[in-house]
């Protein structure tokens, strides 16, 4: 049975939902269960990692879902006042650059925006190679673990050159 374009439109946009929700419950529950395992306040390192977690895997990844339509939390204002609130005021800075197209500095910052947020991933996954994470998750739960940030990297993967790589190269 073949699928119309319709239908495949409506379980593609459905999934891409289901994905940007998941990845909305990844980040905020790493952190949470950074949180327990952490137990801050039993020493003064005990903090360090329920704030990276904190900052990197939900105030970073939410950062960063805001701007597509189907993740983002705040889909009843319009994306105009989405980007003005982020700070889109500062895309104004291109037109002090005459050599560069806003364009191309869409498709630098989003390229280079990309790559900094995967080695991000990278360094939270050798985050959970160290010792202290090592001897606190164990089994499972350490597999678990690694799953957050590799899931949130794909959905964000995917958001970011959906929406400015492949566009913009076939542009080119």
């Known amino acids: 049975?073949?699928?119309t374009a319709e239908t495949e439109s409506r379980l593609y946009r459905s999934?891409?939902?289901a994905s940007g929700a998941?990845?909305?419950?990844v980040a905020l529950g790493f952190p949470a269960a950074v949180a327990v395992l952490a137990r801050p306040g039993s020493?003064?390192?005990s903090w360090h990692?329920?704030?990276m977690a904190l900052a990197f895997s939900f105030l970073m990844t939410e950062a960063l879902l805001i701007f597509s339509p189907e993740t983002s939390l705040l889909r009843s204002f319009s994306r105009k006042v989405r980007v003005r609130c982020a700070g889109g005021v500062l895309l104004l800075y291109p037109k002090?650059?005459?050599n560069w197209t806003l364009a191309k500095l869409k498709l630098y910052h989003a390229t280079s925006g990309l790559v900094g947020y995967l080695l991000g991933c990278a360094s939270l996954m050798l985050g959970m190679c160290s010792l202290w994470f090592t001897t606190t998750v164990t089994g499972a739960s350490w597999y678990l673990a690694m799953l957050c940030p590799l899931v949130t990297s794909l959905v964000i993967m995917?958001?970011?050159s959906n929406a400015?790589?492949?566009?913009?190269r076939s542009q080119h």
């Open 158 to 160: 995917n958001q970011v």
């Open 164 to 168: 400015y790589l492949y566009r913009k």
């Open 49 to 51: 990692p329920l704030l």
């Open 22 to 25: 998941a990845a909305h419950l």
């Open 15 to 17: 999934l891409r939902v």
């Open 1 to 3: 049975m073949a699928l």
């Open 96 to 98: 002090l650059m005459k």
């Open 43 to 45: 020493s003064l390192f």
